[in-house]
């Protein structure tokens, strides 16, 4: 509990940018991108094609499964809690916490089945043993996704920083240990092992809040909409950024055509969601700092975006250049046509800092449906792009369907802030949590 000097301490603070938390991040997405390249260099050396086919496959619903259960969730969780202090965040907390955790289960549970029954319409392919084990990674990954993004909404930077970092270099290492002695059952326990690694990360950084959080503590007004807003939006974005390869092979392109669409895509993705969990690290700080002083809350957001598009669009210009030499070197000759689809999905990636502000600030000012309109333009701008140039262009036009998504859903996103109007957003400062 807060001594009451600190808490007027707190509340006094000015709106400032997070320097010392977005330069761990920062090493944190250094790690990240470490371990990264000893899952898609170091593993499949180790396992072989086949054999990393099927670790690839687990790894893929594994994690899929747990970022499906967790979208929304890190606004949610930074907008909630930010703003109270002591015991109110502590328990608002474990409240919020215990009630996604109910919903996330039944959602598990769902994706599991459908899991299994695909499993079970190809047997000889997939034991018994290893959809036990893709089902206990799903879950522990999910577990640690709710417990990363309370230590968001708790500023335990650190712990949100460092979850994917520990929890793919526990895979690669692991993966590399095990399968000598257990083969690709082996390889696979080595992904659940990984994401308990991550549960065991979060639960050392909350488990003193959720042991003393009180059980009987209510959600905020407008918690629970605020939620479902936020996941709604989130899957309308996975559309647009998931949604290049499958784009692909519905609308009837080549083999080759999929699997290049799905580099790119691919590509630009390990961007923008650097991008995203990065400036996340800022929006605890503004959010508490809001009701106080509204202009200098968004203020630190915007710089955080302008900061990282110093970074990200040099970056993207810099990969579209050297995208077919990069693609040679790292795949081989045979990939050497996913280099103009990833040129074009690298752009969509430049737009990472804008599409992180317009989000964050859709949350900042508790208008989460400013964020729901955005997405929904750009998963209509890309559904309708797709359908007008996959069948002809390929992955260039999967490509070009995922920039005109992002696009969309970055100026849906604004002109929705835009026309919000400031006098609900105002009343909406002065409360604790979503009203």
């Known amino acids: 509990m807060h001594a009451p000097g600190r808490r007027r301490r707190d509340e006094a603070a ?39 086919g099927a670790f690839a496959v687990a790894l893929a619903v594994a994690t899929g499964i747990a970022i499906a259960t967790g979208i929304g969730g890190p606004a949610l969780f930074a907008r909630v809690l930010a703003p109270l202090t002591g015991e109110m965040r502590r328990d608002v907390g474990g409240a919020l916490a215990r009630r996604l955790a109910r919903a996330r289960a039944s959602v598990l549970l769902v994706l599991c089945g459908a899991a299994a029954i695909g499993a079970a319409l190809a047997p000889g392919r997939v034991s018994a043993l290893q959809i036990a084990l893709v089902a206990t990674a799903a879950l522990l990954g999910s577990a640690a996704t709710l417990l ?32 000598p002695v257990a083969g690709v059952d082996g390889a696979i326990a080595a992904i659940a092992l990984g994401a308990a690694a991550a549960v065991a990360l ?19 007004p407008g918690a629970l ?52 969990h990065a400036t996340l690290i ?49 795949l ?27 989000t964050q600030l859709a949350a900042l000012r508790l208008r989460p449906e400013a964020a729901l309109a ?21 992955a260039n036009g999967a490509a070009a369907a995922m920039l005109a998504g992002v696009a969309a859903a970055v100026a849906g996103t604004f002109v929705a802030l835009a026309l919000g109007g400031g006098e609900l957003a105002a009343r909406q400062a002065t409360a604790p949590g979503p009203t």
Request: hydrophobic residues 55%; proline residues 5%; charged residues 10%.
């Open 14 to 52: 000015p709106a400032s940018l997070p320097r010392r938390a977005l330069a761990g991040s920062a090493a944190g997405k250094a790690l990240e991108a470490l371990t990264l390249a000893g899952l898609v260099a170091l593993v499949p050396r180790a396992l072989g094609a086949a054999d990393y």
């Open 148 to 179: 990363s993004q309370l230590a968001l909404g708790f500023e335990r930077t650190t712990a949100w920083s460092l979850r994917y970092p520990l929890e793919n270099g526990v895979i690669v290492v692991a993966a590399l240990l095990a399968y």
């Open 202 to 220: 979060g639960l050392v950084a909350v488990r003193g809040e959720l042991r003393r959080a009180r059980s009987e503590t209510s959600l905020p």
């Open 225 to 276: 909409r605020f939620a479902r807003i936020q996941a709604c939006s989130g899957a309308l974005t996975q559309a647009v950024h998931r949604g290049a390869a499958p784009a692909c092979a519905l609308l009837g392109a080549t083999g080759a055509a999929t699997g290049h669409a799905a580099i790119a895509a691919g590509g630009a993705l390990a961007i923008t969601y650097a991008v995203a």
């Open 282 to 330: 800022a929006l605890p700080g503004a959010a508490r700092a809001y009701a106080r002083d509204r202009a200098g809350a968004e203020a630190t957001l915007r710089r955080v975006a302008g900061l990282s598009a110093v970074v990200v669009v040099p970056l993207c210009a810099l990969l579209a250049v050297l995208a077919e030499p990069l693609l040679q070197f790292a």
């Open 332 to 358: 081989g000759d045979g990939f050497r046509g996913a280099a103009q689809p990833l040129q074009i999905a690298l752009a969509a990636a430049a737009l990472a800092p804008l599409w992180a502000l317009g």
């Open 374 to 394: 955005g997405a929904a333009l750009g998963a209509a701008s890309f559904i309708w792009v797709a359908v007008l140039t996959v069948s002809g262009a390929g």
